[in-house]
């Protein structure tokens, strides 16, 4: 994470879909060398993933990327979930406490030229039609061979292996490593096409029926993404055989006509659903599966490669893109030395419990709402519309599709310490409009929030401090005076940075008034003086106030952040 690169052999990273090309983006930022290489000779031109979720869409702001999302994607703020005819839930995201309470539906083929144009401006650029032919690890690298379009060879050692490859991962065959999980019995149908309809453009709709299941979902300007079930298999007709991988399309099986799509919106939606102009359509077919090791020894899987699941909820693209950056800042803390071996062992243990959630998630939602009898058709239909009316539970619904409520609090990365409110260690750091006492770089104080402060390139440390002045009125943004220094805090802040040189921020910031975020106390709570260390990722590593707190603070980025620290007794991994 220092200012220049690394002398160190480059990560080598096979696949250049979204999960690659975020962990490219990850390592480039901290200033590590990377080669990102894919055996395709050019990118897939067809969107499959789409939706993008609020969380990773706050991740693309903190690593400067979001602009260009917004401005090409479609924002779906409403989901609507139909049985039979009947509406059975209506769940908006506007409440959502984020700047983006909405999904984000783009073209995957989109999102990945995006990243790539931001990739070459940190200078690390797709090798495409570049395959990865052999491997082995030795004690200090990875042994590789690599196979050009052309035939030649090239020998290279890479620090470390990222597997981006997907469902269908060479690297994690030849590694032996079981793909646990089971076989859907279900072909699906995708398709892109304009549908003209009597709902807004800005909500989405899944229709279950015991014809089987559709959704559609707004791409904005009339077009619209169709996924179904088979209908062909549902008919009892004869349908092509499942295949044995996920992710194919059944053997023989020509692509969806526009008629067909026709003929199962009449069939199983009881809305006005006019189709024309197909762009693109295939089958699919879905396995629910996972590895049960993210890492072996200098080689990690990621995305795809790791897991495959149900397309319900949207969540398969995201959770690649958001493990690669879990995974990004530990590789680069590692390789520059100034980190433990160790530090990467959490990437399983933080990644692999979420994996395992969103498994049993989107396989239950797709069972349910295919359900046509028994038990989780009754859940459905009777069940599901008394709990959605739960302010509650419509809440967790919002927090979990978004993804918003993904933390790591039992991770031993964590140190928690009560306050008076705020986020607890290992949930996200959620954005608040702050007045900024003092920062890194020189920074002036002034207004500013705390996504524009953080650099996924370094970690944060937000010292907290009481506004002035002291009977408790918001701080003019314009004052010239600031709080007097805590000497406890600054003490804290000389440690930290001691133990992660070139590689934390520290802010001084406290509270204001204004438009532009949610407020410092409503996002982090009310202790003052208090502290959170921001990982690079945007989850908080610890939090405390003054006190013995400080002392745990130092213990604990010794023992994590820090070569040569001993792991404290109560964190385990």
């Not at 493990?323 to 530090?343: F, M, Q, S, T, Y």
């Not at 046509?372 to 302010?391: S, T």
């Amino acid at each position: 994470m220092d200012a220049a690169a690394y002398d160190a052999s480059p990560v080598l990273i096979v696949g250049a879909g979204p999960t690659g090309l975020a962990a490219a983006m990850s390592l480039a930022r901290a200033h590590i060398p990377v080669r990102l290489i894919d055996k395709a000779p050019r990118p897939n031109p067809y969107s499959r993933a789409i939706g993008i979720q609020a969380r990773t869409l706050e991740l693309l702001e903190q690593h400067r990327l979001i602009k260009p999302f917004l401005e090409l994607g479609h924002r779906a703020r409403v989901a609507n979930l139909f049985s039979n005819g009947m509406r059975l839930a209506r769940l908006d995201f506007d409440p959502l406490h984020t700047r983006y309470p909405y999904l984000l539906f783009l073209d995957q083929s989109v999102t990945e030229r995006l990243l790539t144009e931001h990739l070459a401006t940190l200078g690390v650029t797709v090798e495409r039609g570049v395959e990865l032919i052999a491997f082995m690890q030795g004690s200090a690298s990875v042994q590789a061979t690599l196979r050009r379009a052309d035939g030649r060879t090239e020998g290279m050692r890479p620090s470390y292996l990222i597997a981006a490859d997907g469902a269908h991962s060479s690297i994690r065959h030849r590694l032996g490593l079981n793909f646990e999980g089971k076989t859907l019995q279900q072909s699906f149908l995708l398709a892109d096409l304009h549908a003209e309809t009597d709902w807004p453009d800005d909500e989405f709709h899944v229709f279950a029926s015991g014809d089987g299941l559709v959704a559609l979902f707004p791409m904005g300007h009339g077009r619209h993404r169709l996924i179904a079930d088979h209908a062909v298999a549902r008919s009892g007709s004869t349908a092509p055989s499942p295949p044995a991988v996920p992710g194919e399309a059944p053997p023989d099986a020509a692509a969806p006509s526009l008629e067909q799509c026709k003929t199962l919106i009449a069939q199983r939606v009881r809305e006005r659903v006019d189709v024309s102009d197909l762009a693109w359509s295939a089958y699919f077919h879905v396995n629910s599966r996972m590895v049960d090791r993210l890492r072996v020894g200098r080689i990690f899987l990621a995305g795809d490669a790791a897991h495959v699941h149900s397309p319900a909820g949207a969540q398969g693209m995201n959770t690649g893109i958001q493990e690669a950056l879990n995974l990004g800042w530990k590789l680069a803390r590692v390789i520059g030395g100034a980190a433990p071996d160790r530090l990467l062992d959490t990437y399983h243990a933080e990644r692999h419990p979420i994996e395992r959630d969103v498994l049993r998630q989107t396989g239950f939602l797709m069972q349910m709402a295919e359900a046509d009898h028994g038990p989780l058709k009754l859940l459905r239909e009777r069940v599901m519309p008394v709990l959605a009316a739960l302010g509650p539970l419509r809440d967790a619904a919002r927090a979990t599709i978004s993804e918003l409520s993904i933390q790591y609090r039992r991770s031993p990365l964590t140190l928690e310490r009560v306050l008076d409110g705020g986020p607890r260690a290992g949930e996200r750091a959620p954005d608040a409009l702050v007045h900024v006492v003092d920062g890194p770089l020189g920074r002036a104080p002034g207004v500013g929030c705390i996504f524009d402060l953080h650099d996924p390139a370094f970690f944060s440390l937000f010292l907290l401090v009481p506004p002035l002045p002291v009977d408790g009125t918001p701080l003019d943004p314009a004052a010239k005076h600031a709080p007097p220094p805590d000497p406890e805090l600054e003490k804290l802040a000389a440690e930290v940075e001691r133990l992660l040189p070139n590689a934390v921020r520290i802010w001084r910031i406290t509270d204001t008034s204004g438009d532009g975020g949610p407020a410092l106390a409503e996002s982090y709570g009310r202790t003052r003086p208090s502290f959170y260390l921001v990982r690079p990722d945007g989850y908080i590593s610890a939090r405390g106030r003054t006190g013995s707190d400080l002392h745990g603070l130092v213990r604990h980025c010794e023992a994590w952040f820090a070569v040569g620290g001993e792991i404290p007794e109560q964190a385990t991994l």
